[in-house]
Nanobody
């Protein structure tokens, strides 16, 4: 059974930093494109950053220059380093794994990030 478990969320002041981690189990995540999404109540879930199996990265405009996504395939882990956090970054952050070969994706349970002004 494929599972994703996020950690690293919390409460931080504006301008601060957090590092989110997502550990996968039940499959070899080196074969998956990995992403971080976020959702605010009442709004659609939106992409924050993605990293492909080959290491290519894509970022939402709101994340460019402040957030960095990385992965460690040996640990089945993807990270999101978030710097210069703003109150508008407050959301539940979700990890996603998309397996190209099977065309299936999986989600973690989410971790809350709250940025105070």
């Amino acid at each position: 059974q494929v599972q994703l478990v996020e950690s690293g969320g919390g409460l931080v002041q504006a301008g601060g930093s957090l590092r989110l981690s997502c550990v996968g189990s039940g499959s070899r995540f080196g074969f998956a494109d990995m992403g971080w999404y976020r959702q605010v109540p009442g709004y659609q879930r939106e992409l924050v950053a993605k990293i492909t199996t080959g290491g290519s990265q894509n970022y939402a405009d709101s994340a460019k220059g402040r957030f960095t996504i990385s992965r460690d395939n040996a640990k089945n882990t993807v990270y999101l380093q978030m710097n210069s956090l703003k109150p508008e970054d407050t959301a539940v952050y979700y990890c996603n794994a998309y397996f190209i070969v099977t065309n299936r994706d999986y989600w973690g349970q989410g971790t809350q990030v709250t940025v105070s002004s």
